[in-house]
């Protein structure tokens, strides 16, 4: 290979000093890792499903606009007639697509710390830069120190998780408030835990000309099918249009998520059994003298433990997979999070980690 051949005379540095995100092999493990919905869905549907798939005209492009699938949105989370939807290939597509229209040289990109990993590296890959305001101790938001650095920075969009990820609380919305009314750019609410969260910003949409919401599919039970949305006024969404790709929505996508979203209950359904299981296994880690709880409005708990990095391995081998946060931020020290999976998986779960922990001391 030419020295003008090498990847790191061509790739840019911050790319080269990125690692991808790693996704952990899980098969055959109990897969409490990733915030899937545990459920699959009722026979019948899937039936309907494998009727869509036997006709659909998978030779042409998929609808570029995706009209029918837009409207069954719009009808099953009430969307109001005026404001607009952009869809994204899963809301981590969605992300991108705002990055790439706000990067201009200076352009800041501002989240909060520890918050969704994909905000940061997003803002890396559209070479704009990001400013993380950590968050306090308890997981709240400094509202002090996010006016200082909206002061400061004069960001071109913030990205607030409701509820947070990693951390599973939401945000006091009166903070969330100011912040809209004090940052010059954009506000994303990105409620991508909506479904178990009873709290939403959805009715502020017309009051706050800079706010933008954005939810998905993914962990009320479709993450497989790729389909997350942005909801917001058409002066932004007409601009964040023309940065999509013309047929970012697959046709089998736009198929099955429509016909699901005629069938919300069955969802909703799954949401409930999914919000019982937290409060079970919330107050069964509560009941672990080595174990500090967070609240979760999340289908994940997050919970604080002496030894993170050894519970993680000592699950692992039991093949139970979770998400080992030790390290990834000073203020999850010792953090793990569980996504909240099916009665069976929880309570393997917790008499696994009730072994492990008895082991440890
Ligand atoms: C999982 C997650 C997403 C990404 O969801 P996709 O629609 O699957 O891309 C976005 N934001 C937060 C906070 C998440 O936890």
């Known amino acids: 290979m030419s020295n003008s051949h090498n990847p790191k005379h061509i790739i840019r540095p911050e790319i080269l000093a990125l690692s991808a995100y790693h996704v952990p092999p899980a098969a055959g493990m109990i897969k409490l890792d990733a915030m899937e919905n545990p459920y699959s869905l009722p026979p019948a549907l899937r039936d309907e499903i494998a009727q869509l798939a036997l006709h ?29 939807i952009l869809l994204g290939n899963g809301s981590d597509e969605i992300i991108q697509i705002i990055a790439m229209a706000i990067a201009k040289p200076d352009a800041v990109l501002m989240s909060v710390e520890p918050a969704f990993v994909m905000f940061r590296m997003i803002a890396t ?49 009166a903070a969330i408030l100011s912040i809209i009314q004090a940052t010059p750019g954009i506000i994303v609410i990105d409620e991508a835990y909506q479904a178990f969260a009873e709290a939403s910003f ?10 933008l919401l954005m939810r998905t599919l993914s962990k009320s039970g479709l993450a497989g099918l790729r389909l997350g949305l942005l909801i917001g006024r058409s002066e932004w969404l007409q601009q964040l249009e023309k940065v999509r790709l ?19 209950a069955v969802l ?37 433990v002496n030894a ?31 996504t909240v999976g099916t009665p069976d998986e929880n309570s393997q779960f917790c008499a696994t980690l009730r072994t492990i922990l008895s082991e440890t001391v």
């Open 125 to 173: 890959f559209a070479n704009i830069r990001y400013v993380g305001v950590p968050l306090k101790q308890d997981f709240s938001l400094d509202l002090d120190a996010m006016l200082a650095a909206i002061a400061k920075h004069q960001p071109a969009v913030i990205f607030l998780a409701y509820p947070n990820n990693p951390t599973g609380n939401l945000f006091d919305p």
């Open 202 to 211: 959805i009715d502020q949409l017309g009051q706050y000309p800079n706010l």
């Open 268 to 304: 909703s359904e799954q949401a409930e059994a999914i919000k019982s299981e937290r409060a079970k296994m919330s107050a069964f880690l509560g009941t672990m003298r080595s174990i500090t709880v967070y609240p979760s409005n999340a289908n994940f708990i997050l919970f604080r």
């Open 246 to 264: 013309p047929y970012n929505i697959g046709i089998m996508t736009q198929l099955i998520a429509e016909k699901v979203l005629h069938h919300t």
């Open 56 to 84: 659909a005209p998978v030779n042409r492009y998929p609808d570029a606009s995706a009209v029918s699938l837009k409207a069954a949105l719009r009808q099953a989370l009430g969307i109001a007639d005026n404001l607009d």
């Open 308 to 338: 993170a990095s050894q519970i993680f391995q000592a699950l692992k081998q039991r093949n139970i997979l979770i998400k080992n946060l030790d390290g990834s931020h000073p203020l999850l020290e010792n953090c793990l999070r569980v």
